[in-house]
C-alpha cells in the first residue's frame, strides 16, 4: 500500500489480498487484484489525486464481484469492452451491443 493510506485501506488491501489467496490465485496476481481494487475505491471516493473516468462511473468493485458470484463470470462490463474497443480503434464500436464488443475486441 502506498504511504499515507489510511487504516481502512490498509484492512481492505489485506482482506482482499488474503481472499485471492484462498481462492487459489498466485501472490504476485493476488496482491495486484488487491492493490487495484483498493486503488479504485480511494477513485471513487475522491481519496486518490487522480482518477479515471471509468474508476468513477463504473460500478463498483463490491457490487460486481457479488454479480459474478450468483450470475456466473460474465466478465467485462460493456463501458470496459468499449474503452479497449475505442483503443484499438475498432470502427462502428458505439452502436455496438455487449456480445459485439466481445466478438470484435477479442
Not at 454479480?67 to 463501458?79: E, F, K, V
Amino acid at each position: 500500500m502506498p504511504r499515507g493510506s489510511s487504516p481502512k485501506r490498509e484492512r481492505q488491501y489485506e482482506h482482499i489480498l488474503d481472499a485471492e489467496r484462498d481462492r487459489g490465485v498466485p501472490e504476485g496476481r493476488a496482491e495486484e487484484i488487491a492493490a487495484r481494487t483498493v486503488n479504485k475505491e480511494r477513485a471513487r471516493s475522491g481519496e486518490a489525486r487522480s482518477a479515471a473516468r471509468l474508476s468513477k462511473t463504473d460500478i463498483s468493485s463490491q457490487r460486481r464481484a457479488g454479480y459474478r458470484r450468483t450470475h456466473g463470470g460474465s466478465g467485462r462490463t460493456r463501458d470496459q469492452l468499449y474503452e479497449e474497443a475505442r483503443q484499438k480503434n475498432i470502427r462502428g464500436r458505439s452502436r455496438m451491443t455487449k456480445a459485439q464488443l466481445q466478438r470484435a475486441v477479442g
